[in-house]
């Protein structure tokens, strides 16, 4: 038995563990893999007409720049759905393509959080005068398919079935292969759309992806008690304070920031907290910079900000 005792201890620490950074071997590799695409909120960073510090360095080096909050869940390592469709879908793409193989023939859907341009704009790739895709799944709540069926230039891919929308219903589960996913309605601008956040499901863990709300308060959920129930929350942290649109009244952009999200869950076991990855951040948001005391401070409270590349096992 005292032979048998580090096998045990090996095996209770690798099935708790989830990859972020790393691939596991093929050996052992999870048959569903949540990979960031973006993280930055719908107008990309830098943003147009930001010619601050901040974005100067980032115009000059291409590969340090950041679409709008973009996920993809790949499947068997040989398919994949996307979780919104950002503006710059194609370089995304093309890196998710250097990092699995996978490109537009292996796409079995994608899912809209909601009608805001960073967030579903990316569709127009698949028109004729680009990819010219044949019906592509794209899943969306009532109000989001009836605006991309009765508005162009979103009705022509529907017509010319570039893609084939898929209505869905609220809290109601999805399968797609070894996952499920489900949309919960959050309160948020819907000025064309719903919006949702979507529960995405593995055969092993629970990933919750809510790049876009008003405030917690309006939300009819317990945000504390949902992160009890997932491993993974990639929540919005669209600006980090409220001081960071000088000139502008931050309370007609009503989201959560990430002070307020952070008191919110400070009581929470840092093994909790570890689980919130905030995303969707404003160009002028200093968390998008790895080196800022803003991120230094959001890691040492254990929560964590999320990078392209990054990946979950599911």
């Known amino acids: 038995m005292k032979a048998l005792l580090p096998l045990l201890v090996l095996f209770a620490v690798s099935s708790v563990a989830f990859s972020e950074d790393m691939t596991p071997p093929p050996s052992t590799a999870p048959k569903v893999v949540l990979h960031v695409l973006g993280v930055a909120q719908d107008a990309g960073y830098p943003q147009i007409n930001c010619y601050e510090p901040r974005c100067l360095p980032i115009w000059a080096r291409p590969e340090l720049a950041s679409g709008a909050s973009m996920l993809a869940l790949v499947i068997d390592g040989s398919r994949f759905h996307l979780f919104d469709a950002a503006p710059t879908l194609p370089r995304r793409l093309y890196q998710f393509w250097t990092e699995t193989g996978l490109t537009l023939s292996d796409l079995e859907g994608v899912w809209l959080t909601h009608a805001h341009m960073g967030h579903y704009a990316g569709l127009l790739h698949f028109g004729k005068e680009a990819a010219s895709t044949h019906a592509?799944?794209?899943?969306?709540?009532?109000?989001?398919?009836?605006?991309?069926?009765?508005?162009?230039?979103?009705?022509?891919?529907?017509?010319?079935?570039?893609?084939?929308?898929?209505?869905?219903?609220?809290?109601?589960?999805?399968?797609?292969?070894?996952?499920?996913?489900?949309?919960?309605?959050?309160?948020?601008?819907?000025?064309?759309?719903?919006?949702?956040?979507?529960?995405?499901?593995?055969?092993?863990?629970?990933?919750?992806?809510?790049?876009?709300?008003?405030?917690?308060?309006?939300?009819?959920?317990?945000?504390?008690?949902?992160?009890?129930?997932?491993?993974?929350?990639?929540?919005?942290a669209t600006f980090f304070s409220g001081d960071e649109l000088p000139g502008r009244d931050i309370n007609l952009i009503p989201h959560p920031t990430v002070l307020e999200s952070m008191a919110l869950l400070k009581s929470l076991p840092r093994s909790v907290r570890s689980r919130v990855v905030f995303t969707h951040m404003n160009h002028t948001n200093p968390l998008l910079d790895p080196s800022s005391k803003e991120t230094q401070s959001v890691l040492a409270l254990g929560f964590r900000v999320a990078r392209i590349g990054n990946r979950f096992d599911l």
Do not use: C
Not at 146 to 170: D, E, K, R, Y
Not at 175 to 202: C, M, N, Q
């Open 136 to 236: 592509v799944s794209v899943h969306a709540m009532p109000r989001m398919a009836a605006f991309l069926a009765q508005n162009g230039p979103w009705s022509q891919l529907v017509s010319a079935q570039n893609i084939v929308v898929h209505q869905l219903t609220a809290n109601t589960p999805v399968l797609i292969g070894a996952a499920k996913v489900t949309p919960w309605l959050v309160p948020h601008r819907d000025e064309f759309s719903e919006t949702v956040g979507y529960l995405i499901e593995g055969p092993n863990r629970r990933a919750l992806y809510l790049p876009d709300i008003d405030k917690w308060q309006k939300w009819d959920q317990d945000l504390v008690a949902i992160l009890k129930t997932v491993d993974i929350a990639l929540l919005d």
